[in-house]
């Protein structure tokens, strides 16, 4: 990163044009990378996506005149790189052989390449963040520990494969940590780096890790509801894989003879798919998603934003919301608790 910060203080761009550096940075660091490794990590520019942690950290970053501190632009492209790597990772755990519409590093390169590469974009991505001339200024953005906590997410998840009785409160756990952290990250960053107060940071992680929970979710659910070509990647496959998410644990707490046959290895796919839609658990899973997706609107309701950045952060919101935007009312709200109360 050379040509973003200017020679006289700090620089600032609009929000497109710090995207479309943040975009630009990332693909930098993919072609520029020494040439040992350059062949392997250059196939990962088709499995990019759409950006979203690196469009919420600019778009928190914004400020009053709806422009985007430059170094919001190294954080950004920073958090994408950081997650490119866990997917990496995430796929040679996983096995799995598509990612968004094209094979895998692992699939492509093998195992032990692929995880070497995911080791390396991690180094990457904090590389990057210590390049900064002012990154003194920025010590409330504690990106190694964020990175641990994705990572002691992931590991529980690991430890908590084939375990049929895992609870909501537990499952909460996992993903707040596997997933929910980079986005609490990215909206810490982008706060940061807009000169938020103190009291303003917390509502601004508060809102990144209610993004983070709705998202992973989501994801839930498009295991069961989607087909490859709009998840660009397997589906129904999370069983298989013996990773429980919500659905199935809604499943599992309605039927306890579910648990005995999917622990005896006699429980398909297809049969579980069909005890997940008889007991609701998607639309079980829907609703909580819906109370991170409210508590998302009421924090971001407390701060004093422009009308742009506040347009800027729902149009976030509802893009990570839009693909279950329905009608919930029919669904049987028969959760063990209060709907608020799980969420917190």
């Known amino acids: 990163m050379t040509d973003v910060n200017l020679t006289d203080g700090i620089n600032y761009l609009d929000f497109d044009s710090a ?21 392997y990590v250059k196939h990962l520019t088709g499995t990019k996506g759409k950006f979203i942690r690196a469009v919420s950290l600019l778009a928190c970053a914004m400020n009053n005149e709806g422009q985007v501190n430059a170094d919001a632009v190294v954080f950004a492209a920073a958090i994408e790189l950081l997650h490119l790597a866990t997917l990496v990772h995430d796929d040679v755990i996983d096995d799995a052989d598509i990612r968004r519409g094209v094979p895998t590093l692992q699939k492509m390169f093998g ?41 002691s997410g992931e590991l529980n998840q690991h430890i908590n494969n084939g375990n ?88 599992f707490q309605s039927e306890a ?27 079980f899973t829907r609703l909580l998603a819906k109370k991170y997706y409210n508590r998302y609107i009421k924090t971001m309701d407390r701060l004093a934003l422009t009308e742009e ?20 009312a029919g669904a049987r709200h028969d959760i063990s608790g209060n709907p608020e109360t799980i969420a917190r």
């Open 19 to 39: 995207l479309s550096r943040s975009r630009e940075e990332v693909d930098r660091a993919l072609f520029s990378s020494p040439a040992l490794v350059r062949g």
């Open 111 to 151: 195992k032990r390449t692929a995880v070497i590469c995911g080791d390396y974009l991690l180094s990457v991505s904090l590389k990057l963040v210590f390049s900064l001339r002012t990154r003194k200024d920025y010590l409330e953005i504690d990106l190694p520990d964020y990175v641990s906590k994705v990572c």
């Open 164 to 251: 049929f009785d895992l609870t909501v409160y537990q499952y909460l756990r996992i993903i707040a940590g596997k997933t929910a952290a980079l986005f609490e990250a990215s909206f810490l960053a982008g706060a940061v780096l807009s000169g938020a107060e103190s009291s303003e940071l917390k509502l601004y992680k508060k809102m990144g890790r209610s993004l983070g929970m709705l998202f992973q979710l989501i994801d839930d659910c498009m295991d069961f509801e989607a087909d490859e070509s709009i998840a660009r990647k397997p589906v129904q496959s999370d069983f298989e894989k013996n990773v429980i998410t919500l659905p199935i644990i809604k499943a």
């Open 257 to 283: 003879g579910l648990k005995d046959r999917a622990a005896q290895h006699d429980l398909s796919t297809a049969e579980l798919s069909q005890a997940v839609e008889r007991y609701n658990g998607l639309g």
């Open 309 to 328: 950045k506040k347009m800027r952060l729902t149009e976030i919101l509802d893009k990570a919301y839009r693909v279950f935007r329905r009608d919930d």
